[in-house]
Protein backbone atom coordinates (compact mmCIF):
# COMPACT_ATOMS: atom_id res chain seq x y z
CA UNK A 1 0.00 0.00 0.00
CA UNK A 2 1.73 3.54 -0.87
CA UNK A 3 2.20 5.45 1.73
CA UNK A 4 0.93 9.87 2.23
CA UNK A 5 2.65 11.37 -0.59
CA UNK A 6 4.03 14.99 -0.87
CA UNK A 7 5.35 17.15 -3.82
CA UNK A 8 7.66 18.51 -4.71
CA UNK A 9 10.00 17.66 -1.69
CA UNK A 10 11.90 20.96 -2.10
CA UNK A 11 11.26 24.17 -3.32
CA UNK A 12 12.96 27.28 -3.49
CA UNK A 13 11.28 30.46 -3.96
CA UNK A 14 11.79 34.38 -3.68
CA UNK A 15 10.09 36.51 -1.21
CA UNK A 16 6.41 37.58 -2.99
CA UNK A 17 5.92 34.67 -5.25
CA UNK A 18 3.64 32.18 -4.56
CA UNK A 19 4.42 28.33 -4.13
CA UNK A 20 1.19 25.37 -3.84
CA UNK A 21 2.50 22.32 -2.14
CA UNK A 22 0.64 18.82 -2.71
CA UNK A 23 -0.52 15.92 -0.48
CA UNK A 24 -1.49 12.63 -1.64
CA UNK A 25 -2.76 11.10 1.45
CA UNK A 26 -3.32 7.37 2.10
CA UNK A 27 -5.89 5.49 0.14
CA UNK A 28 -9.45 5.64 1.94
CA UNK A 29 -7.77 8.16 4.72
CA UNK A 30 -10.67 10.55 5.45
CA UNK A 31 -8.62 12.57 7.62
CA UNK A 32 -6.30 14.66 6.38
CA UNK A 33 -3.77 16.93 8.35
CA UNK A 34 -1.08 20.10 7.51
CA UNK A 35 1.77 20.28 9.83
CA UNK A 36 5.23 22.34 9.69
CA UNK A 37 8.53 22.26 11.49
CA UNK A 38 10.30 25.38 11.36
CA UNK A 39 14.28 25.43 11.99
CA UNK A 40 14.80 25.09 15.23
CA UNK A 41 11.11 24.35 16.67
CA UNK A 42 8.73 21.57 16.86
CA UNK A 43 6.63 20.50 14.73
CA UNK A 44 2.89 22.51 14.90
CA UNK A 45 0.07 21.66 13.52
CA UNK A 46 -1.39 23.75 10.55
CA UNK A 47 -5.17 22.47 9.70
CA UNK A 48 -7.24 19.14 9.60
CA UNK A 49 -9.87 18.41 7.08
CA UNK A 50 -12.41 15.48 7.33
CA UNK A 51 -13.30 14.16 3.62
CA UNK A 52 -13.30 17.81 1.96
CA UNK A 53 -14.35 20.19 5.01
CA UNK A 54 -12.04 22.19 7.18
CA UNK A 55 -12.54 20.21 10.41
CA UNK A 56 -10.10 22.75 12.20
CA UNK A 57 -8.17 25.61 11.16
CA UNK A 58 -6.86 26.99 14.30
CA UNK A 59 -3.08 26.41 13.49
CA UNK A 60 -3.04 28.67 10.24
CA UNK A 61 -0.97 31.24 10.48
CA UNK A 62 -2.58 34.34 8.51
CA UNK A 63 -4.25 34.65 5.85
CA UNK A 64 -1.75 34.05 2.56
CA UNK A 65 -2.17 30.39 3.94
CA UNK A 66 -5.17 28.56 1.98
CA UNK A 67 -5.82 25.06 2.32
CA UNK A 68 -8.29 22.98 0.10
CA UNK A 69 -9.06 19.29 -0.24
CA UNK A 70 -11.05 18.90 -3.52
CA UNK A 71 -13.36 15.52 -3.36
CA UNK A 72 -12.04 14.62 -0.28
CA UNK A 73 -8.64 13.26 -2.08
CA UNK A 74 -5.58 15.41 -2.51
CA UNK A 75 -5.42 18.43 -0.73
CA UNK A 76 -2.83 21.42 -1.73
CA UNK A 77 -1.59 24.08 0.80
CA UNK A 78 -0.78 27.49 -1.30
CA UNK A 79 1.49 30.19 0.40
CA UNK A 80 0.73 34.03 -1.18
CA UNK A 81 2.53 36.12 -1.44
CA UNK A 82 5.60 33.95 0.15
CA UNK A 83 7.79 35.66 3.27
CA UNK A 84 11.15 34.74 4.63
CA UNK A 85 9.28 33.46 7.56
CA UNK A 86 7.56 30.86 5.98
CA UNK A 87 10.68 28.65 5.39
CA UNK A 88 10.36 25.22 6.57
CA UNK A 89 9.11 21.68 6.09
CA UNK A 90 5.46 21.37 5.73
CA UNK A 91 4.51 17.78 6.71
CA UNK A 92 1.37 16.15 5.84
CA UNK A 93 -0.61 13.23 7.65
CA UNK A 94 -3.80 11.33 7.04
CA UNK A 95 -5.59 8.66 9.00
CA UNK A 96 -8.77 6.72 8.54
CA UNK A 97 -12.31 8.01 10.05
CA UNK A 98 -12.06 4.66 12.30
CA UNK A 99 -9.06 2.68 13.48
CA UNK A 100 -8.36 -0.05 11.56
CA UNK A 101 -7.26 -3.42 12.91
CA UNK A 102 -3.76 -3.17 11.25
CA UNK A 103 -3.26 0.04 13.57
CA UNK A 104 -0.63 -0.08 15.92
CA UNK A 105 -3.16 3.13 17.86
CA UNK A 106 -6.62 3.67 17.87
CA UNK A 107 -6.01 6.95 14.83
CA UNK A 108 -2.64 6.33 13.55
CA UNK A 109 -1.27 9.38 11.79
CA UNK A 110 0.97 8.58 8.82
CA UNK A 111 3.17 10.87 7.77
CA UNK A 112 4.58 11.80 4.32
CA UNK A 113 7.98 12.58 3.98
CA UNK A 114 7.45 16.63 4.11
CA UNK A 115 7.94 19.84 1.24
CA UNK A 116 11.18 21.57 2.37
CA UNK A 117 10.18 25.28 1.35
CA UNK A 118 13.20 27.51 1.50
CA UNK A 119 11.99 31.51 0.94
CA UNK A 120 14.59 33.69 -0.03
CA UNK B 1 5.47 28.00 28.50
CA UNK B 2 5.67 26.04 25.79
CA UNK B 3 3.41 23.05 25.81
CA UNK B 4 5.48 20.25 25.22
CA UNK B 5 9.28 20.30 26.09
CA UNK B 6 11.64 17.92 25.08
CA UNK B 7 15.44 18.43 24.96
CA UNK B 8 16.77 17.99 21.36
CA UNK B 9 20.35 16.84 22.28
CA UNK B 10 22.10 15.84 19.94
CA UNK B 11 22.50 13.13 22.31
CA UNK B 12 25.32 10.00 21.50
CA UNK B 13 25.85 6.75 22.73
CA UNK B 14 27.51 3.41 22.10
CA UNK B 15 26.53 0.49 20.33
CA UNK B 16 24.17 -1.47 23.26
CA UNK B 17 23.28 1.17 25.59
CA UNK B 18 20.40 1.80 27.40
CA UNK B 19 19.04 5.03 26.11
CA UNK B 20 16.53 7.05 27.79
CA UNK B 21 14.24 10.01 26.14
CA UNK B 22 12.10 11.99 28.04
CA UNK B 23 9.24 14.53 27.65
CA UNK B 24 7.54 16.98 30.23
CA UNK B 25 4.67 18.56 29.23
CA UNK B 26 2.57 21.41 31.24
CA UNK B 27 -1.43 20.62 29.60
CA UNK B 28 -2.92 18.14 32.26
CA UNK B 29 -5.79 17.60 29.36
CA UNK B 30 -3.66 15.51 27.09
CA UNK B 31 -4.30 11.69 27.50
CA UNK B 32 -2.48 10.14 24.45
CA UNK B 33 0.96 9.95 24.62
CA UNK B 34 3.02 8.98 21.57
CA UNK B 35 6.81 8.71 20.31
CA UNK B 36 7.41 8.86 16.62
CA UNK B 37 10.94 7.97 15.03
CA UNK B 38 11.96 10.21 12.37
CA UNK B 39 15.01 9.60 9.63
CA UNK B 40 16.53 11.68 7.95
CA UNK B 41 14.46 13.45 5.09
CA UNK B 42 11.57 11.19 6.02
CA UNK B 43 8.23 11.96 7.48
CA UNK B 44 7.76 10.97 11.45
CA UNK B 45 6.68 7.55 12.16
CA UNK B 46 4.75 6.43 14.92
CA UNK B 47 6.95 3.64 17.15
CA UNK B 48 5.34 4.06 20.58
CA UNK B 49 1.44 4.87 21.69
CA UNK B 50 0.05 5.10 25.49
CA UNK B 51 -3.23 5.95 26.74
CA UNK B 52 -2.99 7.89 30.02
CA UNK B 53 -0.28 6.60 32.58
CA UNK B 54 1.50 3.59 32.65
CA UNK B 55 4.14 1.80 31.21
CA UNK B 56 3.92 0.05 27.06
CA UNK B 57 6.54 -2.24 26.38
CA UNK B 58 7.77 -3.39 22.53
CA UNK B 59 10.33 -5.37 21.97
CA UNK B 60 13.31 -3.25 22.51
CA UNK B 61 11.09 -0.20 23.64
CA UNK B 62 9.04 0.76 26.64
CA UNK B 63 7.54 3.82 26.82
CA UNK B 64 6.22 4.84 30.20
CA UNK B 65 3.99 8.12 31.74
CA UNK B 66 3.65 9.50 34.60
CA UNK B 67 0.62 11.92 34.63
CA UNK B 68 0.84 13.20 37.88
CA UNK B 69 4.07 14.55 37.19
CA UNK B 70 3.52 15.40 33.50
CA UNK B 71 6.65 13.37 32.28
CA UNK B 72 6.80 10.98 29.71
CA UNK B 73 9.90 8.99 28.70
CA UNK B 74 11.31 6.55 26.20
CA UNK B 75 14.00 3.59 26.92
CA UNK B 76 15.34 1.74 23.98
CA UNK B 77 17.64 -1.11 25.30
CA UNK B 78 20.23 -2.91 23.54
CA UNK B 79 20.43 0.30 21.36
CA UNK B 80 21.75 -0.55 17.85
CA UNK B 81 23.11 1.95 15.01
CA UNK B 82 20.03 1.76 12.72
CA UNK B 83 18.08 3.45 16.52
CA UNK B 84 19.97 6.91 15.14
CA UNK B 85 17.36 8.76 14.52
CA UNK B 86 15.69 11.65 15.65
CA UNK B 87 12.61 11.19 18.54
CA UNK B 88 9.70 13.15 18.31
CA UNK B 89 7.18 12.83 21.76
CA UNK B 90 3.60 13.86 20.52
CA UNK B 91 0.79 14.06 22.34
CA UNK B 92 -3.03 14.84 22.11
CA UNK B 93 -6.48 15.88 24.32
CA UNK B 94 -8.89 12.96 22.37
CA UNK B 95 -8.10 9.90 20.90
CA UNK B 96 -8.26 9.86 16.83
CA UNK B 97 -9.00 12.92 14.55
CA UNK B 98 -7.69 15.85 16.45
CA UNK B 99 -3.77 17.20 16.16
CA UNK B 100 -0.55 16.28 18.01
CA UNK B 101 1.02 18.43 19.52
CA UNK B 102 4.92 17.67 19.36
CA UNK B 103 7.83 18.63 20.90
CA UNK B 104 11.24 19.38 19.29
CA UNK B 105 12.40 15.63 19.04
CA UNK B 106 15.31 14.38 20.31
CA UNK B 107 18.36 13.89 17.99
CA UNK B 108 20.02 10.27 18.63
CA UNK B 109 23.24 8.52 17.41
CA UNK B 110 24.51 4.88 18.24
CA UNK B 111 27.98 4.58 17.72
CA UNK B 112 29.18 1.00 16.69
Known amino acids: EAGVTQFPSHSVIEKGQTVTLRCDPI?????LYWYRRVMGKEIKFLLH????????ESGMPNNRFLAERTGGTYSTLKVQPAELEDSGVYFC??????????????????FGPGTRLTVT | QKEVEQDPGPLSVPEGAIVSLNCTYSNSAFQYFMWYRQYSRKGPELLMY????GNKEDGRFTAQVDKSSKYISLFIRDSQPSDSATYLC????????????FGKGTRLSVIA
Open chain 1, 49 to 56: FVKESKQD
Open chain 2, 90 to 101: AMSVNSGNTPLV
Open chain 1, 27 to 31: SGHDN
Open chain 1, 93 to 110: ASSPLLPGLASRSSYEQY
Open chain 2, 50 to 53: TYSS
